[in-house]
C-alpha cells in the first residue's frame, strides 16, 4: 500500500470557477477525513466519513462545499464558485478507527484561486 | 471547546542542541495526545502519540509525556539535526469529538543549523 494519495497536488483556479479533489486512502481504513490548512496555521477539521457514510461536517464547511465517499473508497471534494479565501492547503487522511490511533495523511492539495 | 496551544516559531537551533517545543491543551474527558511533523512540501506525518495520562509518546530520539495534571504535552529531543528542521504540529482526539477528528495547534517551525 503506497498510503493515502490525492490528486491534483497542485490546483490554479479563476474565482468562480468549479474545483474538484480527489482522495484514494488506505485501502482497509474505514474512516476519511478532510482538512484544511492555511498559510501558517494547523490543520482544521472540514469533514469526515466512516465508509459511504457523511458523519459530520464542521461550520467551514459552507455550502459551496460537497463531499462523496459513493462507495467507500476514494473520496472527492468539491468546492463550486471558488472564492480567493478558499486558496489553502486540501488535506485528506484516513484511520481504521476512531482518534486514538492517529491518522494517516496524503501530502494534500494546493489550491489557488486568482 | 477543544483547543490545543503551541510556542509560537520560528525555533533557531544548532545542531546536537536540546529541544523542548511547549504544548498545552484544553479539552473535556481524557483526549490522545500528537505530534505531527510537516517537513517541507510533504504532508504530515504521525511522530508519536499517547493515549492517557503519564503515557510516554516516543519516535526518532524525540518524546512526549501526557500531563494531565498540567494539560501538557511538550515535545523533547535531547540532540537535534538539520533534517529535524520541519514544522511540529501538536493535536489531540477528544472525546467531545467522539474521538472523531483532530484538532490540531498552529505549529511551530523549527530550523537547524549546522
Known amino acids: 500500500d503506497t498510503g493515502v494519495s490525492q490528486d491534483p497536488r497542485h490546483k490554479i483556479t479563476k474565482r468562480g470557477q468549479n474545483v474538484t479533489f480527489r482522495c484514494d486512502p488506505i485501502s482497509e481504513h474505514n474512516r476519511l477525513y478532510w482538512y484544511r490548512q492555511t498559510l501558517g496555521q494547523g490543520p482544521e477539521f472540514l469533514t469526515y466519513?466512516?465508509?459511504?457514510?457523511?458523519?459530520?461536517k464542521s461550520r467551514l464547511l459552507s455550502d459551496r462545499f460537497s463531499a462523496e465517499r459513493p462507495k467507500g473508497s476514494f473520496s472527492t471534494l468539491e468546492i463550486q464558485r471558488t472564492e480567493q479565501g478558499d486558496s489553502a492547503m486540501y488535506l485528506c487522511?484516513?484511520?481504521?478507527?476512531?482518534?486514538?490511533?492517529?491518522?494517516?495523511f496524503g501530502s494534500g492539495t494546493r489550491l489557488t484561486v486568482v | 471547546g477543544d483547543s490545543v496551544t503551541q510556542m509560537e516559531g520560528p525555533v533557531t537551533l544548532s545542531e546536537e542542541a536540546f529541544l523542548t517545543i511547549n504544548c498545552t491543551y484544553t479539552?473535556?474527558?481524557?483526549?490522545?495526545l500528537f505530534w505531527y511533523v510537516q517537513y517541507p512540501g510533504e504532508g504530515l506525518q504521525l511522530l508519536l502519540k499517547?493515549?492517557?495520562?503519564?503515557d510516554k509518546g516516543s519516535n526518532k530520539g524525540f518524546e512526549a509525556t501526557y500531563r494531565k495534571e498540567t494539560t501538557s504535552f511538550h515535545l523533547e529531543k535531547g540532540s537535534v539535526q538539520v533534517s529535524d528542521s520541519a514544522v511540529y504540529f501538536c493535536?489531540?482526539?477528544?472525546?467531545?469529538?467522539?474521538?472523531?477528528?483532530?484538532?490540531f495547534g498552529a505549529g511551530t517551525r523549527l530550523a537547524v543549523h549546522p
Open positions: 487522511a484516513s484511520s481504521p478507527e476512531a482518534g486514538s490511533y492517529g491518522y494517516t
Open positions: 479539552a473535556t474527558g481524557y483526549p490522545s
Open positions: 493535536a489531540l482526539s477528544a472525546a467531545t469529538g467522539g474521538y472523531n477528528k483532530l484538532i
Open positions: 499517547a493515549t492517557k495520562a503519564d
Open positions: 466519513f466512516q465508509n459511504e457514510a457523511q458523519l459530520e
